[in-house]
C-alpha cells in the first residue's frame, strides 16, 4: 500500500529532484509529476527522466494529486500556493520542505484556506543545487520534521510518516515554533556563521585570497562548504526565521566575547573546559549516525 | 640522496605519528627515532613500528639527529627545548610543526641560542588525534609553511623543503608574523568559532542536547568536527597567537553584526550578494585541490 499513489513535486532542486528520485526507488507504482517555474529545469528533469511527467504550469502538475510537495525557497511558498488554490483537489495533501515552518504555514494557509496542509521539512542537503545534484538516498537516515497545525498524529500525517520513512528517513512532530528554534541553532546560525567568516576572510587587505584558499586545509574549507549553499534558499531563511536567528546569534555573541575575554586575558582553563566539553557533542552526533564516522568527514588523502 | 638520514620525531599524535609512517614510506633508509613524554604513547608507537627506534627521553632521542622535528602542542615547545638542548648536535636542523611561528620561533631560540631553527608548519589535520590516527598520506597536496628567522632559502631550509615535498607537501616560505595572520585566518578563528557554536548549542535551555545532535545535519554537525579537535593543542595556540586571533575576531565581529542588522531590517540584498560572493572562494578551494571535490566532502549517504 502506497502512502500516496500521485506525487507532484513543485520546485526540482537538490530537495526535490531527491524525493523524486527517492520514490521512483522506494515507492514503485506512485506516479510522480513534476513543474518548476523555470523552463531549463523541466527540460532537464524531462532529461534526467526521475518524474513520469512534466506540467507546464503549476495547476496543472497538481490537477490529479494526492500529495503535494512544494519544494521552492520559502520566501517563495505563498506565490506557488497561490498558483496551484484554484487546481488542488479537495482532499490532496499540502506539504513542503522549507526550512523555517511559522511563515511557511502562515503563507500556506493564506493562499489555500481549505487546504490540509502538512508542513514539513527534512533536515539533509548539500551544498550543491539544482535536478543534477539531487540522489535517492539524500533522506536515509536523517530526520523530516513535521508541524501540523494542531501537533496531532492525523490520518494525513500518519500517511505522510510512511511517506517519509518510505525514503528513509524518521519522523518526528513538533511545533513550528519550536521547529524554528532548534532550526535556528543546528542550521541556520551555522550557514550564517560560515557565510561571514568567509565574507570576512575574503575581505581582508593583509591576506589575499589566494592566501586563503592555499591554506584552507587549517580548518577553514570546511567553512566554505557551507558558504557555497544555494543564496536564494538562505536568504529567504534568514529573513524567514528572523526572531530565532537573531537570539540564537545573540546568544552566540555572547559566548565568542568570553572566549575572546579568555583569550585576551590568557585564561587557558575556561578554553580548555569548553574545548573537552565540545567533543562530547561529537560524539553523540556519530554514535547517532548522524554524521560520517570515518575522520574528516572521509576526506580523500592522498593517494 | 635523503634530505636527512636520521630524523627525530617528538611527540607522536596525528602529526608527528604521520611524519614518522610518512618518513618509512617516502625516504626508506632514513632511521626515524621517537620520543614521547607519555609512556603509554611510546609503548603504541613501539607496537605500531613507526619508527625504527624509541627513546626514552628526549636527550637520547637527538643525540644522533641531523633533523629534529618538535611535533607536541605550542605551550610545551619551550620544555622540550630545554630538554633537547644539551645532546643537541651542533650541525642538527630543529623544526617543528607548531600552528603559531612567533611565539615558538621564541620558544626555541631561547632554550638553543646557537641552534639551526627552521620554524615549520604543515597545514594538515583530522580532528583525531594520538599515534593510532596518523597515515602516510595526511601531507599530500597541503601545504607547508616555513618561517626560516632571516627568510632565506639557506642550505637548511632547502633540506627541508626537500623533505617536505617528499612527504607529498607543498612548501611556501614566510614571516613568522605574517604566517600568524594567515593562520588566524584560515585556521585558528574558525576553529574558535566551531568550538563556541557547539558550545552554545549545547547550553540552551528551550533546545535539548539531544535534539541538537538529532537535527546536526543541517549544517551544526559540520562544525562538531572541528571542535572535537585536541584541547590542548587549540588551547595552546589560542594562548601563543592571541593578537592575531583577536584581531581576526574583531572583524568578523563586526561582519556578523552588520549580517545581524540586515536581517533585523529584512535586507535580502546583502545577505544575497555575500551569499553569492562566498561561492566563490568554494570553487578555489576545490580548483585549487584543497578540498574534496564531491559534494558533502565525500560523506557517505545512505545505502
Redo the contacts between chains.
Keep these: 500500500m502506497l502512502p500516496f499513489a500521485r506525487v507532484t513535486i513543485i520546485g526540482l532542486g537538490l530537495i526535490g529532484s531527491s524525493i523524486a528520485r527517492g520514490v521512483k526507488k522506494a515507492m514503485p507504482g506512485a506516479v510522480v509529476t513534476a513543474y518548476d517555474a523555470d523552463p531549463s529545469v523541466r527540460d532537464t528533469v524531462h532529461a534526467l527522466g526521475i518524474a513520469d511527467d512534466v506540467a507546464d504550469s503549476a495547476g496543472a502538475a497538481v490537477v490529479d494529486a494526492d500529495l503535494v510537495i512544494l519544494c521552492v525557497p520559502v520566501g517563495a511558498m505563498a506565490a506557488v500556493a497561490v498558483e496551484i488554490a484554484e487546481d488542488l483537489p479537495a482532499d490532496a495533501v499540502v506539504s513542503d520542505v522549507g526550512?523555517s515552518k511559522a511563515s511557511v504555514f502562515a503563507a500556506l494557509r493564506g493562499a489555500l484556506p481549505g487546504a490540509t496542509i502538512v508542513p514539513g521539512h527534512p533536515?539533509?542537503?548539500?551544498?550543491?543545487s539544482g535536478p543534477e545534484?539531487g540522489?535517492a538516498?539524500?533522506?536515509?537516515?536523517?530526520?523530516c520534521?513535521l508541524t501540523p497545525e494542531d501537533g496531532a498524529e492525523s490520518a494525513p500525517v500518519i500517511r505522510l510518516r510512511a511517506f517519509w520513512e518510505a525514503l528513509?528517513a524518521q519522523v518526528?512532530l513538533m511545533s513550528p515554533k519550536?521547529h524554528d528554534?532548534?532550526?535556528a541553532?543546528?542550521?541556520?546560525?551555522?550557514?550564517?556563521?560560515?557565510?561571514?567568516?568567509?565574507?570576512?576572510?575574503?575581505?581582508?587587505e593583509?591576506?589575499t585570497?589566494g592566501?586563503?584558499?592555499?591554506?584552507?586545509?587549517?580548518?577553514?574549507?570546511?567553512?566554505?562548504?557551507?558558504?557555497?549553499?544555494d543564496?536564494?534558499m538562505?536568504?529567504?531563511v534568514?529573513?524567514n526565521n528572523?526572531e530565532a536567528?537573531?537570539e540564537?546569534?545573540q546568544?552566540?555573541?555572547e559566548?565568542?566575547t568570553m572566549?575572546?575575554r579568555a583569550?585576551?586575558w590568557?585564561d587557558?582553563d575556561t578554553?580548555?573546559d569548553?574545548?573537552?566539553?565540545?567533543?562530547a557533542?561529537?560524539?553523540?552526533?556519530i554514535d547517532?549516525g548522524?554524521?560520517?564516522a570515518?575522520?574528516?568527514?572521509?576526506?580523500?588523502?592522498?593517494?
Tied chains: 1, 2.
Excluded: M, N
Excluded at 137 to 143: C, E
Excluded at 274 to 279: H, K, N
Excluded at 281 to 285: D, S
Design positions: 526550512s533536515v539533509a542537503g548539500t551544498e550543491h545534484s540522489f538516498t539524500l533522506f536515509q537516515g536523517r530526520w520534521i528513509g518526528e519550536h528554534l532548534v532550526l541553532v543546528t542550521s541556520h546560525v551555522p550557514h550564517l556563521i560560515a557565510y561571514s567568516i568567509v565574507g570576512t576572510a575574503s575581505d581582508l593583509e591576506v585570497r592566501e586563503v584558499i592555499k591554506y584552507s586545509a587549517g580548518g577553514f574549507r570546511d567553512f566554505t562548504r557551507i558558504a557555497a549553499s543564496p536564494t538562505w536568504r529567504d534568514f529573513l528572523r536567528v537573531l540564537i546569534l546568544r552566540l555573541t559566548d565568542v572566549l575572546q583569550i585576551r590568557g587557558g578554553l580548555f569548553l574545548f573537552t566539553r565540545t567533543r557533542i561529537r560524539r553523540g552526533v547517532q548522524q554524521d560520517d570515518r575522520p574528516d568527514f572521509g576526506r580523500a588523502h592522498g593517494e
